[in-house]
């Protein structure tokens, strides 16, 4: 079972990211390109 912070963790990743706050779709996003990221570490240096 995932505990409630290991789904926490990209969440708040994603708002440093953003500067501390951001919509919902925002942060949606962000989770989404850190967590891309996490599992293939090679697109980082595209996304600059």
């Given at each position: 079972?995932?505990?409630f912070d290991r789904l926490?963790?990209?969440l708040l990743?994603?708002?440093v990211?953003?500067?501390g706050s951001g919509?919902?779709?925002e942060i949606y996003e962000q989770?989404?390109?850190?967590?891309?990221a996490?599992?293939?570490p090679a697109?980082?240096?595209f996304s600059i």
């Open positions: 079972m995932v505990t926490m963790q990209p990743r994603a708002r990211k953003l500067g919509s919902i779709d989770v989404l390109e850190l967590e891309q996490q599992k293939h697109l980082m240096a």
